[in-house]
């Protein structure tokens, strides 16, 4: 590419150059050839002044070195010429003009072995005047000037093509280091690596600059996920260590059914398949956890308040020990987005779960349904009246595997809250977390409303 590049700035300054020097050049042969042309006229000006009375009349006998022109009158009839020898060259265009049949004529001659340019002019009836004058002087001029303008053409493509080389190495220095960060990325594997960016203003940065602060922002994107698969396989392997830890060793014992007690296989049965429903429930979570958006022919219209009276059911069959209670504001009983039914019966459930498990035995679980004024969003609150989330938990509570301190004694792998607020980016929808007024937790879930009664199913 810096080759290709060069070559077409060369090649671009080279022709401009070239172009203006033979501009240059063109515009200096037509003014000298110009000024011979004006003292041809003058020269030929002061001859009619003098008087031609003969048919043939010699002004000056053309030594150039005395005479600064030399003329001749010439007849239209060749038969008027006699014996007398023309000095300047007589032709058919001369004989014409001097019968009138063509107008004036230059051109260029030789006379004495001395370039010369001549003009032919009507001189009166049947005659035509000739008058030439010496053009070595502007020739030598003219020659010179293509030579001046051939040695600049040539330093000035060399040049150009320097300055070429060089404006491509500059101006893809920035495309060599993004090459460069890439080779050592796919050598290293190591998404750490950042490409220099000239210092400035970003409004003021280049296509290239900007193309390469692109390409830093997606190796910081790249870095996170990255880092994100890292931290979910170490934090999967650690939370799969103990159960699989506590299997085989319920499997072993199982294995040996001779040393134990009916009461101790009975015991170590329950264990057994509460660890397989356990780990069996992980790997789901982690699967569903992989999933970054949602299948578009899953895609359909629903109403969020009809699903949410089904996972309060559900959470009440599961959960018998706490009240729930679902409240839902005028107007949002119709309200209609769009998404997975599945999916998001999965996020509330998981918000009920989460609102029940920290809730005191007998304590109450609200569940609110609002639609915004603008009628634009729709609004699912569940609040518990449990100890609440700590200043310090806040911002980690929807981290994979984190457990707060007032829930590591309770069970669960910490995968619940992270998988309902993957669910609902993919929904593009917002779920937060903040402390509950009076004590307990309160969650928040916005989805942006697509239609109204008439745009679902029932």
């Not at 057994?272 to 970054?292: F, I, N, P, S, Y």
Request: charged content about 20%; proline content about 7%; overall charge neutral.
């Amino acid at each position: 590419m810096r080759r290709r590049l060069a070559l077409i700035t060369s090649a671009t300054v080279a022709l401009v150059l070239l172009g203006a020097c033979a501009a240059a050049f063109a515009v200096i042969r037509y003014e000298l050839t110009h000024q011979l042309d004006l003292q041809l006229t003058q020269q030929a000006h002061l001859v009619r002044q003098e008087g031609v009375r003969q048919p043939r009349v010699l002004h000056g006998d053309c030594d150039w070195l005395a005479a600064p022109a030399c003329a001749q009158v010439v007849p239209a009839d060749p038969a008027q010429d006699g014996a007398t020898r023309f000095v300047l060259p007589v032709g058919p265009q001369a004989r014409d003009v001097a019968a009138g049949r063509h107008g004036d004529r230059l051109t260029d001659i030789t006379v004495a072995g001395h370039p010369a340019r001549m003009l032919t002019t009507p001189a009166g009836p049947g005659r035509a005047l000739q008058v030439a004058v010496r053009s070595d002087a502007a020739h030598d001029a003219i020659r010179q000037a293509g030579e001046v303008m051939a040695v600049v053409g040539g330093v000035g493509v060399l040049l150009a093509g320097a300055l070429g080389y060089a404006a491509a190495r500059t101006g893809l220095a920035p495309v060599a280091r993004l090459t460069a960060t890439a080779e050592r990325i796919a050598a290293t594997r190591d998404a750490r690596h950042r490409i220099e960016l000239p210092p400035g203003p970003p409004h003021r940065q280049d296509e290239v600059t900007r193309l390469a602060a692109s390409f830093n922002t997606m190796l910081g994107e790249l870095e996170q996920s990255v880092a994100a698969q890292r931290r979910l396989v170490a934090d999967a392997s650690h939370e799969l260590r103990t159960p699989l830890t506590a299997l085989r060793t319920n499997a072993e014992l199982l294995a040996r059914p001779d040393r134990l007690t009916p009461a101790q296989r009975d015991r170590a049965s329950g264990a057994l398949q509460r660890q397989l429903r356990e780990v069996t429930q992980l790997v789901g979570d982690l699967v569903e956890l992989a999933r970054d958006e949602e299948p578009q022919p899953l895609l359909e219209h629903l109403r969020p308040a009809a699903l949410a009276e089904e996972c309060v059911r559900a959470a009440r069959d599961h959960h018998p020990g706490t009240a729930f209670e679902l409240r839902v504001a005028p107007g949002a009983a119709g309200a209609v987005v769009r998404g997975v039914p599945a999916r998001l019966a999965r996020l509330l459930g998981n918000l009920l779960d989460n609102a029940a498990k920290f809730s005191p035995p007998g304590g109450p679980v609200e569940v609110a349904l609002t639609r915004a004024p603008d009628g634009d969003a729709f609004e699912v609150t569940v609040r518990d009246h449990g100890p609440g989330i700590a200043p310090e938990d806040l911002p980690h509570i929807f981290d994979r595997f984190y457990r707060a301190s007032a829930a590591r004694a309770l069970p669960g792998s910490g995968l619940g809250l992270a998988m309902a607020q993957q669910i609902a980016r993919a929904h593009d929808a917002v779920l937060t977390a903040a402390p509950a007024d009076g004590g307990g937790a309160c969650f928040r879930l916005t989805l942006p409303v697509t239609g109204d009664d008439g745009d679902a199913p029932s």
